[in-house]
């Protein structure tokens, strides 16, 4: 493996690694307003991401590369309604996304076939990612963001309790 595509797998890790502390953080602030249903899915997210650091640190591992892991910040909980927090969540995918779609382009540069195969399983995954962001925003702009109707949203979203990885 190139060192040039050896890096930025490295970074890849760390962004999935803030990803799964940045949820793991809304999570926690999702328990504060009392949306145990929200704060379930954001934990649920977090162990999504953290699947997403792993697959890259086994690639690399079974590529002959090495792993470096680097201090993660921490995460910034600015959202006071679950509407902005799922809005947050929307936008920070689509800038995984721009980041897998980055990586596949060295992947195609530098003609590392075997990153190629793997992003693809990221890239339909990225997809499913800001889909499920989009609809939760969406039933939230339908319910309203108080009373019964977040209510429900919130019950619904903590019937999450699986990772939905393959």
Request: proline fraction near 2%; aromatic fraction near 10%; hydrophobic fraction near 40%.
């Amino acid at each position: 493996m190139k060192s040039k595509v050896e890096a930025a797998v490295n970074e890849q890790i760390q962004i999935e690694f803030q990803a799964a502390y940045q949820y793991l953080a809304m999570s926690a602030r999702f328990e504060e307003l009392n949306l145990k249903g929200a704060a379930q899915w954001m934990r649920v997210q977090w162990q999504e991401e953290t699947v997403h650091a792993m697959k890259f640190f086994d690639f690399l591992i079974r590529r002959g590369g090495q792993p470096r892991l680097k201090p993660l910040t921490e995460p910034k909980v600015t959202f006071k309604t679950a509407l902005e927090a799922f809005e947050q969540t929307l936008s920070h995918e689509e800038r995984v996304t721009k980041y897998i779609h980055d990586l596949y382009d060295l992947a195609v540069s530098e003609r590392d076939y075997p990153l190629q195969t793997v992003l693809h399983w990221f890239i339909d995954e990225q997809v499913e990612e800001e889909e499920a962001a989009e609809e939760i925003i969406q039933s939230i702009k339908l319910a309203g963001e108080s009373g019964e109707g977040l209510f429900l949203v919130d019950r619904e979203l903590g019937q999450r309790t699986d990772m939905e990885e393959e």
